[in-house]
C-alpha cells in the first residue's frame, strides 16, 4: 500500500544518483549525499507555491486580526456562529488556511518514505520492516528501482569514513554487512559524521523557528497557548534532533538540514516577494 510513496522518493533519489554518479562515481559517498539533500530540494520545490500562499495567508490573517477580535466578541458564545463568521471573513480576503498546512503534510510521507527506502539498502537487521537477510543475499536483492548493481554502490559508499545509512545506534549485525563493502565502519567514525550533522539540523531548526515567529500572527486571547507553541518551536524541535540524532541514519540526518537550508532560504525569498507586494499595492493606491 505504502509503495505509492516509496517508488516515487527512490525513483528521484535514483535520478540524482545518476546525475552526481557521473560526475563524482557511482560508488562515492557525496554522490550520495547530494542525492539525499537534492531530493530535498526537489520535493521543496514542487512545494514553493504552497508556502508563498501559506506566508501570504499570514499577512492576510495579521490585517484581519481586529475583524476576528470583534468577531470573537460578538459571537465569542455561540461557537458555531463564530466559525461561520470566521470562514466567512477569510473568503472575502482570499485566505485558505488549510492550503498553507500542504507543506508540513506533504513532507511527513516524504520523511518516513526516504527512510524506509534508506533502511531498505540494507536488510540485514531483525528490527522491525528488516527482513534478516545474509549480507550476501541483502547484496543481490533490488530496493525498489534501485537494482542491485546500485545497493552495492551504495554499500560500497562513504562519507568521512561513515556509511550514511548507518546511525549510532545501529545493531552489529547491520554493522557487519559492511564488511566486504569497504569494511565494517566503526563507531567513532559513525559519531564523527553524525554529531556534526545533529548539531548543524539543531542550531538550523532553532534560527528558522526564530524567523518564522517574527512573521507569525499572534493570538493575544490564546497568549498561554501561544507561549507554550513558541517555546516548543525554539527549544524543543531543536532539541529533537539531538534526542533523535544517535536512532536516525546519516542519509535522514542530512535531509534535516538539507530542509532547513531550503526553509531559511525560502523564508526570506518569499518575505522578500510579499514585502515588494504590498508595496506595489501602496504605490497603486496612491
Same mark, same amino acid.
Given at each position: 500500500m505504502l509503495d505509492v510513496v516509496y517508488y516515487p522518493i527512490s525513483a528521484v533519489l535514483w535520478a540524482w544518483h545518476r546525475v552526481f554518479g557521473a560526475v563524482l562515481g557511482a560508488d562515492n559517498g557525496f554522490a550520495w549525499a547530494l542525492s539525499v539533500v537534492f531530493l530535498v530540494f526537489t520535493v521543496r520545490a514542487f512545494l514553493f507555491w504552497p508556502g508563498l500562499v501559506s506566508a501570504r495567508t499570514g499577512r492576510r490573517m495579521q490585517k484581519m486580526r481586529p475583524q476576528l477580535d470583534a468577531l470573537r466578541t460578538e459571537h465569542g458564545k455561540d461557537t458555531q456562529k463564530l466559525a461561520a463568521e470566521m470562514q466567512k471573513l477569510q473568503r472575502e480576503h482570499g485566505v485558505r488556511p488549510l492550503l498553507g498546512c500542504l507543506p508540513a503534510l506533504v513532507q511527513i510521507p516524504v520523511f518516513f518514505g526516504l527512510y524506509h527506502v534508506l533502511r531498505s539498502f540494507n536488510r540485514t537487521g531483525t528490527g522491525v520492516g528488516q527482513l534478516g537477510l545474509t549480507p550476501e543475499q541483502n547484496a543481490s536483492t533490488a530496493n525498489y528501482v534501485f537494482s542491485a548493481h546500485d545497493v552495492q554502490s551504495f554499500l560500497s559508499a562513504r562519507l568521512f569514513g561513515a556509511p550514511i545509512s548507518v546511525s549510532m545506534s545501529s545493531s552489529d549485525t547491520v554493522l557487519a554487512s559492511f564488511g566486504q563493502f569497504g569494511g565494517v565502519p566503526?563507531? =567513532? #567514525?559513525?559519531? =564523527? @559524521?553524525? +554529531?556534526?550533522?545533529?548539531? +548543524?539540523?539543531? $542550531? =538550523? #531548526?532553532? $534560527?528558522?523557528?526564530?524567523?518564522s515567529l517574527r512573521h507569525q500572527v499572534t493570538d493575544t486571547p490564546n497568549a498561554m497557548q501561544a507561549g507554550m507553541m513558541r517555546n516548543l518551536m525554539l527549544w524543543v524541535m531543536p532539541v529533537g534532533s539531538i534526542i533523535a540524532g544517535p536512532i536516525l541514519p546519516i542519509a535522514i540526518l542530512l535531509y534535516w @538540514?538539507?530542509?532547513? +537550508?531550503w526553509t531559511y532560504g525560502q523564508q526570506h525569498a518569499v518575505h522578500a516577494m510579499l514585502g515588494r507586494e504590498e508595496q506595489g499595492r501602496v504605490a497603486a493606491l496612491r
Open positions: 566503526s563507531l =567513532a #567514525t559513525i559519531a =564523527a @559524521v553524525a +554529531i556534526p550533522l545533529m548539531l +548543524i539540523a539543531c $542550531l =538550523a #531548526t532553532h $534560527l528558522n523557528a526564530r524567523f @538540514v538539507a530542509n532547513n +537550508i
